[in-house]
């Protein structure tokens, strides 16, 4: 992958390059399987909402907290972060994911 190009960054987060491979990606998600955690495998999102929620003003980055649905089901909640890496709780925060499976790409080594 060659060396990262960490740019300074308005977040208080450290500098990092959070891109890896996808050999590592498939190690990760297969673990996760392996692990028995979840039959849920992933969760997937509308482009647009994602976007929406990145494009709040002051918003730096994001931020996934892990949750449970009333019928034990897993929920991901997506916030926006400031630089001062503090939710941005007062505009756009999504869940009600897609849960895969059903909506899975059975092709996809991630997805095992």
Do not use: W
Not at 59 to 84: E, M, S
């Amino acid at each position: 992958m060659g060396t990262p190009n960490l740019k300074e960054t308005a977040v208080a987060l450290p500098a990092r390059d959070h891109r890896i491979s996808l050999a590592e990606a498939a190690a990760l998600t297969k673990s996760y399987r392996a692990a028995k955690v979840s039959e849920e495998k992933a969760g997937a999102f509308h482009k647009d909402q994602v976007l929406e929620l990145l494009n709040q003003p002051g918003c730096v980055g994001l931020r996934i907290y892990y949750g449970r649905q009333a019928d034990g089901n897993p929920a991901l909640v997506l916030t926006g972060i400031d630089k001062g890496d503090k939710d941005l709780t007062g505009g756009t925060i999504l869940e009600k994911h897609f849960p895969c499976p059903p909506m899975c790409d059975l092709s996809s080594v991630l997805g095992g």
